[in-house]
């Protein structure tokens, strides 16, 4: 995939700005078994934060974490400056969220589909009206406003998903594998999105398997069994483990002595 244009010098927030995510020894265990090992990471405003690991790691109940859906058994994160373990609801309030499934309703017109979650958010009419015509004519959906979302091509569906999750204008989203399936195309246009949410002071903590999308990250995360097992600039953690690419990375991390 062709990169999207490159981040503005500067662009990506100082990590001295007040964390939007920050996250010190958070755990969860189920039982005997612990999914989320004492992880430490802060995400600043305006960062694009890749978290990344192989199905298992341990990063999708991380998330839920974060996302307020689940209980950290130790540790302690905030998000948007409200804690995990006590204000769940308030984070709720102040995230956007788009699931690797597709979130919104078929059955629904694109233009039914924004004013549903707009309520679902809490935006009065008016805001949603003006958002609304906003987001349409930035990603070019005017025409298509009275279509059933389910009649889009799967690239306009992802693009519209994403839009929706930031109609409340959140000061944190989470993208869980937002380009999978879609075409190189879309791909770069979505992270060109990425790159406008996060360039607003949003900050993004995006999954991938894609690794080349990693590099756009401003910083990233590797979590292997439940714990991080890599965090930096793609440069940096491609230059602590002396390789050449986050590919030999991943590989070396998930299998030890593969690499060897």
């Given at each position: 995939?062709?990169?999207?244009?490159?981040?503005?010098a500067?662009a990506?927030?100082?990590a001295s700005?007040?964390?939007?995510?920050d996250?010190?020894g958070l755990?969860?265990?189920?039982?005997?078994?612990?999914a989320?090992?004492?992880?430490?990471?802060?995400?600043?405003?305006?960062?694009?934060?890749?978290?990344?690991?192989a199905?298992?790691a341990?990063?999708?109940?991380?998330m839920?974490i974060?996302?307020g859906l689940?209980?950290p058994s130790a540790g302690?994160?905030?998000?948007a400056?409200?804690s995990?373990?006590?204000?769940?609801r308030?984070i709720r309030?102040?995230i956007?969220?788009?699931?690797?499934k597709?979130?919104?309703?078929d059955?629904?017109?694109v233009r039914e589909?924004?004013?549903?979650y707009?309520g679902?958010y809490g935006?009065?009419?008016?805001?949603?009206a003006e958002r609304?015509?906003l987001?349409?004519?930035r990603?070019?959906?005017?025409?298509?406003a009275?279509?059933?979302?389910g009649?889009?091509?799967?690239?306009?569906?992802q693009?519209l998903?994403f839009?929706?999750?930031?109609?409340?204008?959140p000061?944190?989203?989470?993208?869980?594998?937002?380009t999978?399936g879609?075409?190189?195309?879309?791909?770069?246009?979505f992270?060109?999105l990425?790159?406008e949410?996060?360039?607003?002071?949003?900050?993004?903590l995006?999954t991938?398997?894609?690794?080349?999308e990693?590099?756009?990250?401003?910083?990233l995360?590797?979590m292997?069994?439940?714990?991080i097992a890599?965090?930096?600039t793609?440069e940096d953690?491609r230059?602590d483990a002396?390789?050449?690419t986050?590919?030999e990375l991943f590989?070396?991390?998930?299998?030890?002595?593969?690499?060897?």
């Amino acid at each position: 995939m062709t990169g999207p244009s490159p981040r503005a010098a500067g662009a990506a927030a100082s990590a001295s700005a007040h964390p939007a995510i920050d996250a010190v020894g958070l755990t969860r265990r189920f039982g005997l078994f612990t999914a989320v090992d004492a992880i430490t990471f802060h995400v600043a405003p305006g960062e694009v934060f890749g978290f990344l690991g192989a199905n298992g790691a341990g990063k999708t109940t991380a998330m839920r974490i974060l996302t307020g859906l689940l209980a950290p058994s130790a540790g302690s994160a905030t998000v948007a400056g409200f804690s995990v373990a006590t204000e769940a609801r308030e984070i709720r309030r102040n995230i956007g969220y788009m699931s690797q499934k597709f979130s919104l309703y078929d059955d629904l017109t694109v233009r039914e589909n924004i004013d549903f979650y707009g309520g679902i958010y809490g935006l009065d009419d008016a805001t949603i009206a003006e958002r609304r015509e906003l987001l349409l004519d930035r990603l070019g959906l005017a025409s298509r406003a009275r279509a059933l979302v389910g009649t889009l091509p799967l690239g306009w569906k992802q693009q519209l998903a994403f839009s929706v999750a930031l109609l409340h204008e959140p000061r944190v989203v989470f993208l869980d594998e937002p380009t999978g399936g879609v075409d190189p195309i879309t791909r770069r246009r979505f992270w060109e999105l990425i790159y406008e949410t996060a360039a607003a002071g949003t900050a993004v903590l995006v999954t991938t398997h894609y690794l080349d999308e990693a590099e756009y990250c401003d910083r990233l995360s590797i979590m292997v069994d439940g714990r991080i097992a890599a965090m930096g600039t793609p440069e940096d953690v491609r230059r602590d483990a002396g390789v050449a690419t986050l590919d030999e990375l991943f590989l070396r991390l998930m299998r030890p002595g593969a690499a060897a």
